[in-house]
């Protein structure tokens, strides 16, 4: 009997979006962070560089930030924003070229990190298929009713998104290290901070209603302005150099994040494992932005002792809690599982904490121990990566577990 191709039509994993989504996603994290943690050792010991044609940092950004994150979120978005709109599922005839370009344009990215050439081409192609794809989020997060807060809030956030990878783009057709900077900082302050912190300004305080006895939802509209405000000011700033006055709205930003996961009561949450990560990932938003603005405080005095230390408070402490807590509770509820964290995926969580610990610690460790710092970090992040693929990708192969469509 022949049996039929993971790429067939009709295939489970393209019974839903975020289910090619997420394992694009988790595979592109998996050869990322192994080429990083490549690159790390090479600085650690004698071993030769990878020899990419970027600086190497750049090419973790662009591959991290451009390229793993933002199937997670076209995944999530393409799968939650209907609902939040009240419209049905959006059809695999509107998204699945687009993540078919996704897929094709970053193997080629990442093949232009050695043969340049490769990499216009690449990213040429993610952005055909990014604007393909916030074409169809258009559609959904654009009306009138219910209230689209949310879902264009999200929307704003990939077109910044757009911007990121059109920078880069300019920059490998010859442009100069500015259209770096600004795919630098589009990336993270225009589109993955404001898609996040979009979604849990939304669904922390839905989902802990639900858990928690006599909860009182606290979602302020102002909050979010002000965050994506703060957010859109960072990034700007960053792009003309003037990051010693980023403080400016790093400050308020982190305190009413602060304010925020208190009020949302994260002690409370964490009866629930998977409700509980969620809030203990938000908590490291107003660690990242207290940092970054005690970052831009100093920097006026002439100290950088922080080095990357808000960022990676940032991106591996509150994108990466996030992401694991999130994309395994959509796994496990749409595939009809019940939504419970069992203990590999609350040791995973735990460990990931540890890792973020330690980045931190290698950003301010002295020259002689931050490779070594850096080296242990890098990989214990990939081995929570790998481990959570084996566990969660044989998912997106296989059919509902409760018999159900998606």
């Known amino acids: 009997m022949a049996v039929s191709s993971p790429l067939a039509a009709g295939h489970p994993l393209f019974f839903a979006p975020h289910r090619a989504m ?28 990878l020899g990419w044609v970027l600086p190497p940092g750049w090419a973790h950004v662009l591959l991290t930030v451009g390229g793993a994150f933002p199937f997670f979120v076209f995944g999530f978005l393409m799968t939650a924003m209907p609902r939040w709109q009240g419209m049905g599922e959006i059809a695999a005839s509107r998204w699945l070229v687009s993540w078919r370009l996704l897929a094709l344009g970053w193997a ?37 009713r219910p209230d689209p807060l949310h879902a264009r809030a999200a929307w704003w956030g990939v077109a910044g998104g757009g911007l990121s990878i059109f920078a880069w783009l300019v920059f490998a057709l010859g442009g100069g290290a500015g259209w770096a900077r600004v795919g630098i900082e589009a990336g993270v ?53 003037l990051d010693g006055w980023r403080w400016v709205v790093d400050l308020p930003a982190g ?29 490291w938003l107003s660690i990242a932005l207290l940092l970054c603005a005690a970052q831009a405080v100093a920097s006026q005095f002439g100290w950088h002792g922080l080095g990357l230390a808000p960022l990676h408070a940032l991106g591996l402490g509150f994108f990466g809690s996030i992401w694991l807590g999130m994309v395994s509770r959509v796994t496990l509820g749409h595939s009809g599982r019940p939504l ?7 040791s995973l969580f735990l460990a990931l904490q540890a890792v973020v610990l330690l980045r931190i610690l290698a950003d301010v460790a002295p020259a002689v121990l931050s490779p070594l710092l850096m080296l242990a970090a890098v990989v214990g992040w ?20 409760d018999g159900r469509p998606g």
């Not at 409700?275 to 908590?283: D, P, Q, R, V, Y």
């Open 22 to 49: 997420f394992l694009s996603g988790t595979v592109m994290l998996v050869v990322v962070f192994f080429l990083w943690a490549v690159e790390i050792a090479a600085r650690a010991t004698i071993l030769p560089s």
């Open 108 to 144: 080629a990215a990442i093949a232009g990190l050695w043969f340049g050439p490769l990499l216009a081409v690449g990213l040429a192609i993610v952005l055909y298929g990014w604007m393909r794809l916030a074409a169809v989020l258009w559609t959904v997060a654009f009306r009138s």
């Open 189 to 241: 302050w225009w589109f993955l901070l404001p898609v996040f912190f979009s979604v849990c300004h939304r669904m922390v305080p839905f989902f802990s209603s639900n858990i928690i006895p006599g909860y009182v939802i606290v979602r302020p509209r102002w909050a979010l302005w002000l965050m994506l405000g703060a957010s859109f000011v960072h990034g700007a700033l960053g792009m003309v150099e």
């Open 255 to 283: 305190l009413v994040a602060l304010w925020l996961g208190i009020r949302w009561r994260p002690v409370a949450a964490q009866r629930v494992r998977l409700l509980g990560m969620l809030h203990i990932g938000f908590a």
């Open 340 to 346: 419970a964290a069992d203990r590999l995926t609350w």
């Open 382 to 401: 990939l081995s929570i990566l790998v481990v959570w693929a084996l566990r969660y990708l044989p998912i997106y192969l296989r059919p509902r577990a």
